[in-house]
């Protein structure tokens, strides 16, 4: 939809006025997006800055701390989400994914764990409208031994439950597919299909990671076998509905049902498998793909400067010129941003004699 003119006509004088379009966000604009989740430690505006010194567009963040549950008042203080608005602003990142807590269990039998994770997600709703998030990923939960369809059901009635009094704008709740560890559902997309069917009222959508597919089974690493994954897909639950993409090599084999993430070309997916996968006609952001759909790096960061090499892999698979792709900062990684203030709370805390110095605490960058 554009706001091509009409031509004029005398019939139209005395209607009333139409309601304006909004023009679409400048990340729709059918340029490729590639981002990458980024830390929040310190302060939460600083996460945007990295996305942008590592040279990506796009980002992902945890909203809060995602493997404790949140003690006291969870909300963002305005002031500090209008920071992080405007510095998104001035940035041009977008869209802005927020991966939810893992502590979240929508499909728990648990009567107390399903209570605290239907709080907890409509905290992360909350918090995702309050700094701007285009999209808000979820897993589906894991039923603990209830039969499938129970637990299905049980999702998407906290998914309801946790979204009423929510002013949602523009934020959508994207089901991410998984590797199926364990009674992890969402490994089929039929199991994704079922819980958006039963989430219809809510504005739903898909974010599919490269990782967990291969890994629940779908051989996406040959030609034919990512034709029939995006055939599957589309069939299933609708590619105009995969907002997002998780783009992780695996460090486990086809169909482990083991979730590991790997850095870009050097797991089992490899990187000619994932230039397929990027310049996928309906998977990219062209004519027939989706516009502004983004391309959000999870891998690990086990040398410093990992994650700053895959952001330009993935640049070098779409072909992005040098020109176009946004320029990251010389020698920056997040890596040794961390370490750097890992070794001073460590030593900090040695001079205390409060923790032994076996105990550094490891860079968090491993994602599910
Ligand atoms: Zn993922
Ligand atoms: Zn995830």
């Known amino acids: 939809m554009n706001g091509a003119e009409l031509p004029y006509d005398v019939s139209d004088e005395y209607r009333p006025e139409p309601e304006p379009v909004p023009a679409p966000p400048a990340w729709q604009d059918g340029s490729f997006r590639i981002g990458i989740h980024t830390s929040i ?19 992902q963040i945890f909203s809060a701390s995602p493997r ?10 305005d002031a500090d989400a209008a920071r992080f608005r405007e510095r998104r602003a001035a940035l041009g990142l977008g869209p802005l994914v927020i991966h939810d807590n893992y502590l979240i269990n929508l499909a728990s039998p648990d009567r107390v764990m399903r209570t605290r994770s239907i709080q907890a997600f409509h905290d992360e709703l909350v918090r995702a409208v309050s700094l701007g998030a285009d999209f808000l990923v979820a897993h589906p939960g894991a039923g603990m031994g209830a039969e499938k369809s129970q637990a299905i059901a049980d999702i998407a009635d906290g998914m309801r439950q946790a979204a009423r ?18 009674s992890a559902l969402g490994s089929r997309f039929e199991e994704i299909a079922a819980i958006l069917e039963q989430t219809a009222e809510l504005p739903m959508g898909v974010c599919l990671d490269t990782a967990h597919t291969f890994e629940a089974g779908f051989d996406i690493t040959t030609e034919k076998g990512l034709e029939q994954t995006v055939e599957g897909v589309d069939r299933l639950v609708g590619l105009h509905r995969v907002y997002v993409l998780h783009v992780n090599d695996s460090k486990t084999p086809l169909g482990s049902r083991v979730d590991r993430h790997e850095n870009i070309g050097h797991g089992h997916i490899g990187r000619k498998a994932f230039g397929r996968i990027l310049n996928h006609p309906q998977l990219g952001p062209g004519p027939q793909g989706l516009a502004g759909r983004a391309f959000i790096l999870e891998t690990p ?67 599910k």
Request: proline share 4%; net charge positive.
């Open 41 to 59: 430690a310190g302060d939460i505006a600083g996460s945007l800055d990295i996305a942008a010194k590592l040279g990506a567009n796009a980002l």
């Open 68 to 77: 404790m549950w949140p003690r006291g008042g969870t909300r963002i203080a």
């Open 165 to 182: 009094g929510v002013k949602f704008g523009s934020l959508r709740i994207l089901v991410e597919n998984t590797s199926g560890m364990g």
């Open 301 to 367: 960061i086990d040398k410093p400067g990992d994650d700053r090499r895959n952001v330009r892999a993935l640049g070098d698979l779409v072909g992005v010129s040098v020109k176009q792709a946004p320029k990251a900062e010389d020698g920056f990684s997040m890596a040794r941003a961390e370490k750097k203030s890992s070794t001073q709370r460590t030593q900090r805390a040695q001079r205390k004699k409060e923790i032994p110095r076996k105990t550094k605490p490891k860079a968090r960058t491993k994602r």
